[in-house]
């Protein structure tokens, strides 16, 4: 029953950089491993990082590994993706979710979800 909000979107240019961030309602937030999903309009929601509860370990897409970092604080319950040399492919709804495992790129299998944020990238 953990809230999840995500903040931080936005319009950026090609090339530049975003950060998202997704507080949780309470302390059960260490609970969980966390995940960043987008959904593009018209496609379907995909995978895009998930970081262990300690935040000893990650998961990433291969489209964004070498330009995105997921990480936690577990003190402030929350968990952000930061976002260098965005591409317009990475236009979409981001969205936050909480779950069992980092290694799940299922979005069927994560129990919580916050609302989304809007990202943009211009060409």
């Known amino acids: 029953q953990v809230q999840l909000v995500e903040s931080g979107g936005g319009l950026v240019q090609a090339g530049g950089s975003l950060r998202l961030s997704c507080a949780a309602s309470d302390s059960t937030f260490s609970d969980y491993a966390m995940a960043w999903f987008r959904q593009a309009p018209g496609k379907e929601r995909e995978f895009v990082a998930a970081?262990?509860?300690?935040?000893?370990?990650?998961n990433y897409a291969a489209s964004v590994k070498v330009r995105f970092t997921i990480f936690r604080d577990n003190a402030k319950n929350t968990v952000d993706l930061q976002m260098l040399s965005v591409k317009p492919e990475d236009t979409a709804v981001y969205y936050c979710?909480?779950?069992?495992?980092?290694?799940?790129?299922?979005?069927?299998?994560?129990?919580?979800w916050g609302q989304g944020t809007q990202v943009t990238v211009s060409s």
């Open positions: 970081i262990s509860r300690s935040g000893s370990s990650a």
């Open positions: 979710a909480a779950g069992r495992s980092v290694n799940i790129i299922d979005d069927n299998l994560w129990m919580y």
